[in-house]
């Protein structure tokens, strides 16, 4: 980069972001600007990434998330920070060994066709063949991340600590292997994790049918949307609190197929509104039902196998798929007489994320962690603020899961992934080590084997913040950089990533992950559905890069991101490209009109004009307002302020004002406004550098300034200068004036060529001086021919329009048919009156108002608002004629 100043000539009209961006990336990465060295002298600032999948490819919510991201690290690096943000990867178990599985699929092949070993070595070469496309993407994104530290959570360093944690819960008793209801995927054969279970509404049936009771005395009738379960009902539950079954409860009745004693027992879990009232209790494969049966000693009879097919627990219908048992079990209960019908019924159905297939509730022996104990100082961690949640709303969401936390199943069965680091010896030996045994440390016994599953992806993942800085090794880095400062990451992982994150780091490191937690809402479509490619509203980040350009996308989505959910159009992107477009031609004229000189600071302030010291006022506010709400996490409101200094304040108003001066033959006129612009222009450069990082540092490195760095990146974040008030004031007089004359112009069609003389008038005597003062920069803002300040408008003629405490006059002769105009005023007033009356008419029926939706009737009474407010304005302008 060599920040040299900009022949005026070669300077591209038009921003071209696909011919700077790739080049600025490969400078600031190569220049090592990412990179975070450890510095006694500074306090680091660290964030780690959430890891993305291996297999993954950048989508909307990477792209908020690590825009959100690198907007902090930005900001903080150009507070002289040390800055780290860390990058790496997830192994992903299910969804990489998903994706290998479909290319051998295409071959012929299936994993057992290679073996474990053989097929673990496929995946790793698949890894290094395909794995990572999304850190490529993320470089096109501007994440200025620390390549040089990036981690994978299967590399030799992070399944060490993987071990070693493992090892620790197991020997203190807080790992145990157990029966448990998990979400199990027929189709690829494991265990799930809740947010690998996608959720949606589904249009089926509840089933009812009827127990008889054994002693004869009657029966019971119960309603599922799973009829196939009944083959492992052990009981019928009812509330105690419903009289209906007050009788029944301690009854028995028998199972139609298979004879078993049902149990009829009382439970406060039944709801009394649901179905009949009496609900079939089937424990091994409902987990509201496990618990129920926990509390009464209940039977867990488990009537399917690992590929949802029945059982021998479930003879008659043994080796049939869940589904087509169902369906004779059904036409059985009715040939019986059992079967009592269905209605339909709307409910929810979970499906495996990787493949479709509905998950089934299944009772399997799983290894799981007891998380009461490590919640417990998690809890206190955010109790006591030593971990804060941005918004703060989302505090009570943390509390609440990790108060009500149940046990988490770990082992998923797969092959990719961490090995469960559990051996097994010939005499039921069992034990967990760091190092792969050779022998039974109990026994001696030479035959071992380990066991065959792999850890959930979340058990290496919750280790992230501390095992990517060398832990279990003492190492610098988790010295310096450790605890982090901010996660940011999206509301719906709180539970399974955050909260897991928070236990393991007061576990393992005694000390927080991260200070803060600052949450976002994902993005949805312009209608707020959420994006999936069966509604085709998937928005490719990559696309709009393409279209609109990076820092364009960057601006719309930190914009936006008020910590609600995002509902994203394309026309936000275009709006930032609008912006990115604005500032740049900003520049271009700067720099066309900056002169052939180095501009080392600003001039004297006896040679600032009123509009330069305003601006310099404006830009301090705007640094003071940008910095705070940066510091506070408030990035949408941070956007906004750059936008508005940009836009509004730099742009439209003070380039305005600087124009007749850049134009002076005279440098004692010139050279203070081009001074003042180009600072202006780099300071604000600098305060936008974070959420527009490729067009700050294209236009920066062209500035015709000193610079003690060589990229806007690595510079110091502007500092406020001390506000002036009068100038401030001075000038906002000026800019309401002006304003009101544009749009007395705008409401009369007047061309801006026709030069106005209006006559202003003020009660303030202050008013009148400054006016005064200031007449020739009014006359030159707003296309005026002259303005005359006089005491009193008594005797003006011309139409009055007010500016706040002023009063101008200006005269319509010569510039409209002043007959014609009223003419054509008086036929609108007539029609808004006639509105006006139709509305009144409406609203006093009181059948209208009684019977209509409130919505129609609060309609009419905005119409009337907006009529009457219309009639209003017609009225002041006929009357300035």
């Not at 029945?310 to 079967?339: C, H, S, T, V, W």
């Not at 950089?481 to 994150?501: C, D, K, N």
């Not at 005797?795 to 409209?816: F, K, S, T, W």
Request: proline share 5%; glycine share 6%; net charge negative.
């Amino acid at each position: 980069m060599n920040g040299a100043p900009a022949d005026p000539a070669e300077i591209p009209k038009v921003y071209s972001p696909a011919e700077v961006e790739d080049r600025l990336y490969s400078e600031w990465e190569s220049n090592g600007y990412f990179h975070a060295e450890i510095d006694p002298d500074k306090k680091p600032f660290t964030i780690v990434i959430p890891p993305p999948n291996v297999t993954g490819a950048l989508h909307i919510g990477h792209a908020l998330d690590h825009t959100l991201q690198d907007v902090l690290v930005r900001f903080k690096r150009m507070q002289a920070y040390a800055t780290l943000w860390l990058p790496g990867m997830d192994h992903a178990g299910i969804a990489t060994q998903n994706v290998v599985e479909r290319e051998l699929r295409t071959k012929g092949l299936t994993r057992h066709d290679l073996g474990r070993e053989k097929f673990v070595e496929t995946v790793w070469e698949w890894k290094e063949l395909y794995g990572g496309k999304i850190t490529e993407q993320d470089r096109r994104l501007g994440a200025s991340l620390d390549w040089e530290r990036e981690r994978f959570t299967m590399d030799e360093g992070l399944s060490r600590a993987v071990r070693r944690v493992f090892v620790d819960l197991y020997n203190s008793g807080l790992i145990y292997r157990g029966n448990r209801i998990i979400n199990w995927c027929p189709r690829c054969g494991t265990a799930l994790s809740d947010i690998e279970v996608e959720h949606s509404d589904h249009e089926g049936v509840l089933e009812q049918f009827r127990y008889d009771f054994e002693d004869g005395s009657g029966s019971v009738s119960v309603a599922t949307t799973r009829l196939e379960t009944m083959l492992g009902d052990t009981a019928v539950a009812v509330n105690p609190k419903d009289p209906r079954y007050a009788d029944v409860i301690g009854k028995f009745a028998l199972h139609p197929i298979n004879g078993r004693r049902i149990a009829i027992i009382s439970d406060d879990a039944v709801d009394m509104e649901f179905g009949t009232g009496a609900v079939k209790m089937t424990p091994a494969h409902d987990p509201t039902d496990f618990e129920v049966a926990e509390r009464h000693g209940l039977e867990k009879i488990s009537i399917m196998d690992g590929q949802a097919k029945i059982n021998a627990n479930g003879a008659p219908f043994e080796g049939l798929d869940r589904y087509d048992a169902r369906k004779q079990l059904r036409q059985m209960l009715q040939d019986k007489g059992l079967y009592e019908g269905s209605t339909p019924h709307n409910y929810a159905i979970g499906k495996c994320s990787r493949c479709g297939t509905i998950v089934e509730p299944w009772l399997s022996e799983q290894w799981f962690v007891s998380m009461k104990p490590l919640a417990e100082p998690a809890i206190a961690a955010v109790k006591d603020g030593r971990t804060q949640f941005y918004p703060a709303r989302w505090t009570n969401y943390y509390l609440n899961w990790m108060e009500g936390i149940r046990d988490w199943c770990i082992s998923r069965q797969l092959w990719w992934g961490h090995r469960i680091p559990v051996w097994y010896c010939e005499n039921d030996h069992r034990w967990a080590a760091m190092d792969d045994p050779t022998n039974c440390p109990e026994c001696g016994g030479g035959d071992i084997h380990q066991d065959p599953d792999v850890l959930d992806t979340w058990f290496s993942s919750q280790l992230w913040p501390f095992s990517t800085l060398g832990w279990p090794d003492e190492t610098e880095d988790l010295k310096y950089f450790y605890p982090t400062s901010v996660l940011v990451t999206g509301y719906e992982i709180i539970h399974i990533w955050v909260a897991r994150m928070m236990m393991s780091g007061l576990r393992f490191m005694d000390e927080v992950p991260f200070e803060w937690v600052y949450i976002h809402g994902i993005v949805r479509d312009a209608q707020g559905r959420k994006m999936s490619k069966s509604l085709g509203n998937v928005i490719d980040p990559l696309e709009l890069i393409d279209q609109y350009g990076t820092d364009a996308l960057r601006f719309s989505l930190v914009e936006h991101a008020t910590g609600q959910d995002i509902f994203l159009s394309t026309e936000w992107v275009s709006g930032s490209r609008n912006f990115v477009n604005k500032l740049w031609n900003a520049a271009r004229f700067v720099l066309v009109n900056a002169g052939s000189g180095t501009v080392t600071g600003l001039p004297d302030d006896d040679r600032l004009e009123l509009a330069d010291r305003w601006i310099l006022s404006r830009l301090s506010a705007a640094i003071g307002d940008a910095t705070r709400q940066l510091e506070s996490f408030e990035l949408a409101a941070a956007a906004r302020t750059v936008y508005e200094f940009i836009w509004s304040e730099f742009c439209d108003w003070y380039i305005e004002a600087a124009k007749q001066r850049l134009s002076s033959d005279d440098p004692s006129v010139a050279g203070p406004v081009r001074a003042v612009l180009v600072t202006v222009l780099e300071q604000a450069l600098r305060l936008a550098h974070p959420f527009i990082p490729f067009v700050t540092e294209e236009i920066w490195q062209m500035l015709p300034i000193e610079r003690d760095k060589p990229s806007i990146m690595i510079s110091a974040w502007p500092v406020a200068r001390p506000a002036d008030a009068g100038a401030e004031q001075d000038f906002d007089r000026v800019r309401s004036v002006v304003s009101a004359i544009r749009s007395f112009r705008s409401e009369y069609s007047i061309s801006p060529k026709v030069r106005l003389s209006p006559v202003v008038t003020s009660d303030d005597p202050s008013d009148r001086a400054a006016l005064g003062e200031d007449s020739t920069l009014i006359s030159r803002l707003a296309g005026l021919q002259d303005l005359n300040v006089v005491p009193s408008l008594e005797g003006v003629p011309g139409a009055r329009v007010i500016a706040g405490n002023i009063e101008i006059a200006i005269l319509l002769e010569g510039l409209i048919d002043l007959e014609a105009e009223a003419e054509r005023l008086n036929k609108l007033i007539d029609k808004a009156q006639g509105q006006i009356s139709k509305i009144e008419t409406k609203l006093a029926n009181k059948g209208f108002t009684d019977r209509a939706p409130q919505d129609v009737v609060a309609e009419q009474h905005r119409r009337l608002d907006e009529e009457r407010a219309t009639l209003a304005k017609l009225q002041s302008r006929l009357g300035r004629h």
